[in-house]
């Protein structure tokens, strides 16, 4: 675990997650040198500037060198990409170093389709932008096909959004319990129900105060959590009727709300979602094994899963979502295998298979011996590459794709649909290319200004949000309106 170094540059934050990927916490930095342990080894990065420029082109290039022991690896790149070619480096000279490699390489962001695209544009074909992948990033070769296949199916999407339209997001930020690797602002719905009113009155304010004010069409209302179902089918009716009319959907806008938890799905509550024009919901069990259920907090079994598949299909509903987690406590391959095969059997139009990321957070870090990240995870590595093209049998196609920090073996995240099927508002939201309004507490609203992406974020606390939801509203309005969405 080395001492790193940075000379001539104070890419830090960059540099701090690729001594992370290897070595995981505690990295820290004290002035100029990231410290990854106890260990004594040198590891240096350095930027320098060309000594001779006789253009303004040549004063554009810099040369980055990086150094650990014997290795020594250095290239000339354009100032704009030094950030990316630091990382490539740090990754390619701790790899030889430690003799370990993960499949993403050195690719560490959320979006790893965005450099595949990038390699699209730039190359002629798949194959050369694979190449480009491989033999630069230092992807894996099942990794490069693919970002690159979902890179091309988010792009076909991308391509049907209206350009000027924005995306909707609500979070209702309540759970029946918390599971055990959950990160989120989530609270105990039954301990806290005196919350859950006050909570619709103040999303309907925020949501009629902003849409009164900007009147931009939208394509996509995902209404997300925590569990929307959380809430009973009276306050589901209140809070549904009493933002949609103000937003503006655009005909045919899709409109998801993330039902989750089976043990919150019932006739009444899906009758509310039918009525008011729902067209996409996600259940979520996560896993098909009982014994895990119990084992990660969640309070329903597979049979109430089933049972509300069955429920939902019945009344209509034929765009279901379902999440599965690979590496969850105590599960091994062969057991995610299983859930894949018994979620199939089902038919969905979408199934996400997310790489189980164990945040600081959540209940779950303090009981995982190490990192999650530090081990290559060859076995679930092989095991998603195989259920993609089982998935792909099965009619279901990558089209969305992040990755998380600490997930197990630096995996990934990726959505499967149905043709026609894909979830656009994911697609629109990780995209950055789509303005998106953020409603509720701890939600995030993007912008896009002369090219650069804006965050505006409500409080996290539900006290504070309901304490300055007046504020909230009015500052929305004024920071969309300043500029345009």
């Known amino acids: 675990m080395p001492l790193l170094y940075l000379i001539g540059h104070t890419e830090t934050f960059a540099a701090a997650d690729l001594l992370r990927l290897f070595f995981g916490d505690p990295v820290r930095e004290v002035t100029g040198v990231i410290h990854a342990g ?48 630091i990382k490539r480096q740090l990754y390619q000279a701790l790899s030889e170093w430690t003799g370990r490699s993960y499949p993403w390489g050195s690719l560490t962001g959320i979006r790893p389709t965005l450099i595949a695209a990038e390699c699209l544009a730039q190359m002629t074909g798949t194959g050369q932008a694979r190449q480009k992948m491989t033999d630069y990033w230092l992807v894996s070769a099942e990794k490069a096909d693919l970002a690159i296949a979902t890179a091309m199916a988010e792009q076909e999407i991308l391509a049907q959004i209206p350009e000027n339209s924005l995306f909707v997001y609500i979070g209702i930020p309540f759970c029946p319990s918390r599971c055990s690797y959950c990160s989120f602002i989530t609270r105990d719905a039954p301990a806290h129900a005196a919350l859950l009113d006050p909570y619709v009155d103040a999303v309907i304010h925020e949501a009629r105060s902003f849409f009164d004010a900007v009147r931009q069409p939208v394509s996509a209302l995902y209404i997300g ?36 938890r089976p043990d919150t799905i019932d006739a009444a509550r899906l009758s509310v979602l039918r009525a008011a024009g729902t067209n996409r919901i996600c259940i979520n069990p996560q896993t098909f094994h009982d014994s895990t259920l119990i084992r990660i907090g969640r309070q329903h079994t597979v049979r109430q899963m089933l049972d509300a598949w069955q429920l939902a299909r019945s009344m209509g509903f034929d765009r279901i979502n379902i999440d599965l987690i690979a590496g969850l406590p105590g599960e091994k391959p062969a057991d995610l295998a299983f859930s894949v095969q018994e979620a199939l059997a089902l038919r969905p139009a979408g199934l996400t298979l997310h790489a189980l990321a164990p945040k600081r957070s959540s209940d779950l870090h303090d009981t995982i011996s190490g990192q999650a990240s530090l081990q ?4 679930w590595n092989a095991l998603l590459t195989q259920l993609r093209h089982q998935l792909a049998e099965a009619g279901l196609y990558p089209y969305y794709l992040y990755r998380q920090k600490q997930a197990i073996g630096g995996l990934e995240n990726t959505g499967f649909a149905r043709l026609g099927c894909a979830c656009r508002y994911n697609v629109g939201m990780m995209s950055d290319r789509h303005a998106v309004v953020g409603i509720g507490s701890g939600s995030i609203s993007k912008k896009i200004t002369d090219g650069r992406l804006e965050r505006l974020a409500n409080p996290r606390n539900i006290a504070v949000y309901l304490q300055r939801i007046d504020e909230l509203a009015r500052k929305k309005q004024e920071w969309f309106r300043d500029s345009g969405p």
């Open 38 to 85: 106890l260990d004594q080894t040198i590891l240096v990065s350095r930027l320098e500037q060309p000594a001779d420029t006789d253009s303004l082109q040549d004063k554009k290039t810099v040369c980055i060198m990086t150094d650990i022991e014997s290795i020594h690896l250095s290239g000339s790149v354009t100032i704009d990409a030094a950030r990316r070619e």
């Open 225 to 260: 959590g925590g569990t929307p179902t959380s809430l009973s089918a009276a306050q589901l009716q209140r809070l549904l009727y009493g933002v949609l009319p103000h937003i503006p959907l655009l005909p045919g806008a899709e409109l998801t709300v993330e039902a989750g």
């Open 376 to 379: 290559t995870q060859p076995e």
